[in-house]
């Protein structure tokens, strides 16, 4: 018999976002700033976390390649939604995109996660698409490296 999982679906998930920077990297710092949730997003946009990028050595004398860690970054991410001018969550969306500061974000997951990061916002275009399709919106949000805080909960 298959033991539990401790898997869970992206339903019920928010993202919020702050113009707010907060005073320290840390949870209680994230958690003290005022929050706008974003609103009608349907897919998260691909995850974000630390990758670091391979630098290779090939030395002549032993033909072996060495592999080692070089430069990261924590990720880009583009969140589907639908294109929705009036919540206040993706009119702050509209602001970050002709601003170059970095705006907080936060992600609460369906078991109580909560993934904190800042990032510039610096795509926001509108999807058209068919006569079957909601219309959409894809902001890029690139997150500033060394930001990215997760609240697990106990």
Do not use: C
């Amino acid at each position: 018999m298959p033991g539990a999982t401790e898997a869970f679906t992206a339903a019920g998930a928010t993202l919020h976002m702050s113009a707010a920077l907060p005073a320290t990297l840390t949870k209680t710092a994230y958690a003290a700033l005022s929050w706008t949730e974003i609103g009608e997003v349907t897919d998260g946009g691909g995850g974000i976390g630390r990758t670091y990028n391979l630098v290779t050595h090939n030395p002549l004398k032993t033909r072996a390649q060495v592999q080692l860690k070089g430069s990261f970054n924590d990720g880009t991410q583009t969140p589907q939604m639908a294109y929705a001018p009036g919540d206040a969550g993706q009119a702050l969306l509209q602001t970050a995109l002709d601003d170059d500061d970095h705006y907080s974000f936060k992600w609460t997951l369906q078991d109580g996660t909560i993934i904190n990061f800042q990032a510039q916002v610096t795509a926001l275009p509108t999807n058209i698409g068919g006569v079957d399709t909601i219309v959409g919106s894809a902001p890029t949000l690139a997150v500033k490296s060394g930001t990215l805080v997760r609240a697990i909960p106990a």
